[in-house]
Nanobody
Framework: QVQLVESGGGLVQPGGSLRLTCAASGSLSGFYTMAWYRQPPGKQRELVAVATKSGTTNYADDVKGRFGISRDNAKNTVDLQMNNLKPEDTAIYYC???????????????WGQGTQVTVSS
């Protein structure tokens, strides 16, 4: 049983910055990835960035150099720092947690409720 809560979305002008935070609570033992996905209007949900428990990170090509994912295992949070935002970054951003080693006693993947990011002049 895991709960994910995103915060930090909003309206920002092109070139601006936002920092999204995802707070996880519940049964968080074991190994799992934490990631940010986004779903632009009229498009499918896509991976933005992912972080392992040990600190390895990966990014979608179109956000490399602009976005940074940061995971704090002690606080059970994962942040997404978004810089030099572009209109095409407009989307609902979702936090995702996925267990590397599945368990049979509960769920192995969790999603937050999403937070809206709008980049517009």
């Amino acid at each position: 049983q895991v709960q994910l809560v995103e915060s930090g979305g909003g309206l920002v002008q092109p070139g601006g910055s936002l920092r999204l935070t995802c707070a996880a609570s519940g049964s968080l033992s074991g190994f799992y990835t934490m990631a940010w996905y986004r779903q632009p209007p009229g498009k499918q949900r896509e991976l933005v960035a992912v972080a392992t428990k040990s600190g390895t990170t990966n990014y979608a090509d179109d956000v490399k150099g602009r976005f940074g994912i940061s995971r704090d295992n002690a606080k059970n949070t994962v942040d997404l720092q978004m810089n030099n935002l572009k209109p095409e970054d407009t989307a609902i951003y979702y936090c995702n947690l996925r267990r590397i080693f599945p368990v049979t006693s509960g769920q192995n993947e969790y999603w937050g409720q999403g937070t809206q990011v709008t980049v517009s002049s």
